[in-house]
């Protein structure tokens, strides 16, 4: 199998069956700290280490971490925040073994994303955020995004991971393209007589970002389909930061791992934070997770790093984002010991639901692939319906939705006119 530019990619089957030939099945340690700074008080986070699942090969444990910047109020930040995690977990069925689970969770998440912005957005009310979900398994590092906050990955053998995508208008050329095509208008704030300021944004609503969840004021064009990315780290482990914009605004990746190295993961983040508020000021709440993946019984420090290429190395990763990420401004040493497993960033539900997915028991006939109602037969609506493309899968072909979530499909497509919307402007 190969990914873009003929770089060679491991599927997860033959990656796990490693671990098993190798005896490396032992899980890491996860050591995390966390530290934010506020000033609007609309940052959330979670903190879920060791969550317990039953699969069909047993018990097994997994951890997560969200980061949620809200605007525009906190009702949005703290609904995904106590519902997103169940929203993804009831997407993946429950007698998947271990290679199962991990290779539905990318299409769970989309699944969990898209239901908690359909239920919030019933609530009538127009706050949104922007989510950065990291689900850890084993080895197994699977992070979704939408917005502008980041994750970066520094593995032990050196360089920068960068596992989530920047949905700012301002720099995301692709975004811009998809919102107008739906019905949206993309510029600056207008101050009259034809000057412009600021930020590129989305009218109505002047909304900076492309992607969230809520947003109902602005329209359905700001999507909540999260772009996803899922790598395997070796078991020397490594260091993720998860930060708002708060953070990436003041330091690049590099300053910010480089500020915190050699501390524990406790000292980290609350370090990295002081560091942006020392280079900006405290303009924005400025939020910062750290979460070290340790080999077992390593003390709780950083993970070394080498910050220079080690030789003889042949790079395998990694398949390009079908996004632009605009702060990826230079290339970056990725060696051939984090495996890329995944990557996937269209906005489509159409592409992200598909039935190119292994498991036939991952969309179920009568069950929606989004909200999990139950559809009563003839009533459900394929993914694919309108579809007419030679050779690809057909309107008979599952996933279904059900008729509010194939609803919220046309709208976030630009097919339906949404008709929710108001002037009001953001922040975010």
Not at 57 to 70: A, I
């Given at each position: 199998m190969f990914g873009h530019g003929g770089h060679?990619?491991?599927?997860?089957?033959?990656?796990?069956?490693?671990?098993?030939?190798?005896?490396?099945?032992?899980?890491?340690?996860i050591v995390y700290g966390q530290a934010s700074q506020s000033k609007k008080g609309e940052d959330f986070i979670l903190?879920?280490?060791?969550?317990?699942?039953?699969?069909?090969?047993?018990?097994?444990?997994?951890?997560?971490?969200?980061?949620?910047?809200?605007?525009?109020?906190?009702?949005?930040?703290?609904?995904?925040?106590e519902n997103l995690l169940n929203n993804v977990l009831s997407a993946i069925p429950s007698d998947l073994n271990r290679e199962e689970w991990i290779a539905?969770?990318?299409?769970?998440?989309?699944?969990?994303?898209?239901k908690t912005d359909k239920d919030f957005q019933q609530k009538a009310k127009t706050s949104g955020t922007t989510v950065t979900f990291v689900v850890i398994e084993g080895w197994v590092v699977t992070v979704a995004s939408v917005g502008d906050s980041r994750c970066i990955l520094e593995p032990s053998e050196g360089g920068i991971h960068y596992l989530s995508a920047d949905h700012r208008l301002e720099t995301n050329a692709e975004e811009r393209v998809r919102i107008t095509c739906s019905g949206g208008e993309v510029g600056r704030l207008n101050t009259g007589g034809g000057a412009e300021v600021g930020p590129l944004r989305c009218w109505p609503g002047g909304l900076c970002l492309s992607r969230s969840i809520g947003d109902m004021d602005v329209g359905e064009f700001i999507v909540p389909v999260?772009?996803?990315?899922?790598?395997?780290?070796?078991s020397a482990g490594g260091r993720i930061v998860i930060s708002s914009d708060g953070v990436w605004d003041a330091l690049t990746p590099e300053m910010a791992l480089d500020c915190c190295r050699g501390m524990s993961a406790e000292a980290a983040a609350p370090h990295i934070v002081n560091e942006?508020?020392?280079a900006k000021g405290l303009r924005d709440d400025t939020t910062c997770i750290v979460v070290d993946m340790l080999p077992q019984e390593q003390p709780h420090t950083t993970v070394r790093t080498h910050k220079k290429p080690m030789k003889g190395i042949m790079k395998i990763f990694r398949k390009k984002s079908s996004e632009s990420?605009?702060?990826?401004?230079?290339?970056?040493?990725?060696?051939?010991?984090?495996?890329?497993?995944?990557?996937?960033?269209?906005?489509?539900?159409?592409?992200?639901?598909?039935?190119k997915y292994p498991l036939c028991n991952m969309f179920k006939l009568f069950i929606c692939a989004v909200c999990q109602v139950e559809i009563k037969p003839?009533?459900?609506?394929?993914?694919?319906?309108?579809?007419?493309?030679?050779?690809?899968l057909c309107p008979w072909d599952g996933p279904f939705l059900c008729s509010s979530c194939q609803e919220k499909k046309e709208a976030m497509e630009g097919l339906r006119k949404s008709g929710r919307h108001s002037g009001s402007d953001s922040d975010d």
């Open positions: 060679h990619r491991v599927p997860l089957a033959v990656l796990l069956k490693r671990e098993l030939v190798n005896e490396k099945i032992e899980k890491p340690e903190l879920k280490n060791e969550c317990q699942r039953v699969m069909g090969d047993g018990v097994s444990t997994f951890s997560v971490f969200g980061l949620f910047d809200g605007h525009n109020g906190t009702a949005a930040a703290i609904y995904a925040k539905a969770l990318p299409r769970a998440l989309v699944a969990g994303f898209v999260p772009h996803v990315k899922q790598v395997k780290l070796s942006a508020l020392q990420s605009s702060r990826t401004k230079q290339e970056y040493v990725e060696p051939d010991i984090v495996w890329e497993l995944y990557e996937e960033g269209s906005a489509m539900l159409s592409e992200r639901l598909e039935t003839g009533e459900g609506i394929s993914i694919h319906a309108g579809k007419t493309i030679p050779g690809k």
